[in-house]
């Protein structure tokens, strides 16, 4: 069997992607599968260049086929910020009622709705031998954070399409539509040929 290692802290990310890898005949090996204790500096400007960072740094270290992902939110009324900052920018208030509130004004002050969220996966398959997975998830912040679903900026989103937000969707349909399920896709399909 083929291995490939996800370069992620994040247990719920591992279970969730391991499940999809099973049905493919590959291997997955994750950090704990290793004695890598330390994480690069993720200081790149863009999603693309923070995962490319990290699986970089996976193949470097182990010299197994690696990949990893990096996700945020991006907000017209904010600039499109907090993209590359959204976890931080998230833990920066006192709550998370307290951001949303703040979010929620800025798009009453300026009118401007809309938001995606993104995930740009890079798999590193050799020295300097990266390939980019990109998902993309628009829609508009919505007037109040409402749903009990998800987590982070889910309260808040409502996908295109939609009139309610990702925190009112189930994990499965929400699945069905992610930025980062599409990414996770294209993934599988490049790995799986
Ligand atoms: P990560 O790179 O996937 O760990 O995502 C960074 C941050 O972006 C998270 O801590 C969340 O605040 C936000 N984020 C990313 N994906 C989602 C999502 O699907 N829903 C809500 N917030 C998200």
């Known amino acids: 069997m083929r291995k490939i290692l996800f370069f992620s802290n994040n247990k719920n990310?591992?279970?969730?992607?391991?499940?999809?890898?099973?049905?493919f005949n590959l291997e997955l090996l994750s950090l704990n599968d290793f004695?890598?204790?330390?994480?690069?500096?993720?200081d790149g400007q863009t999603f693309e260049e923070n995962a490319k960072i990290k699986s970089e740094f996976g193949f470097k270290k182990t010299g197994i086929p690696c990949f990893a992902d990096d996700s945020g939110i991006c907000i017209e009324s904010l600039n499109w910020k907090p993209g590359v900052l959204s976890k931080r920018f998230l833990?920066?208030?006192?709550?998370?009622?307290a951001c949303f509130k703040s979010?929620?004004?800025?798009?009453?002050h300026t009118g401007k709705k809309n938001a995606y969220f993104k995930t740009s996966i890079s798999l590193t398959i050799n020295n300097n031998?990266?390939?980019?997975?990109?998902?993309?998830?628009v829609g508009k912040i919505s007037n109040q954070a409402k749903g009990e679903f998800g987590f982070g900026y889910?309260?808040?989103?409502?996908?295109?399409?939609?009139n309610k937000t990702l925190a009112e969707l189930s994990t499965v349909?929400?699945?069905?539509i992610s930025h980062r399920s599409i990414a996770v896709t294209k993934l599988v399909n490049f790995v799986s040929n």
Not at 13 to 23: P, T
Not at 129 to 137: E, M, S, V, Y
């Open 13 to 23: 990310k591992v279970i969730e992607i391991k499940k999809i890898f099973k049905k």
């Open 35 to 42: 004695n890598i204790n330390y994480e690069p500096k993720e």
């Open 91 to 97: 833990n920066n208030f006192k709550s998370k009622e």
């Open 103 to 108: 979010i929620i004004k800025s798009i009453k």
């Open 129 to 137: 031998q990266n390939i980019l997975f990109n998902g993309k998830i």
């Open 154 to 162: 889910d309260p808040i989103f409502i996908p295109k399409y939609y």
């Open 173 to 176: 349909e929400k699945n069905k």
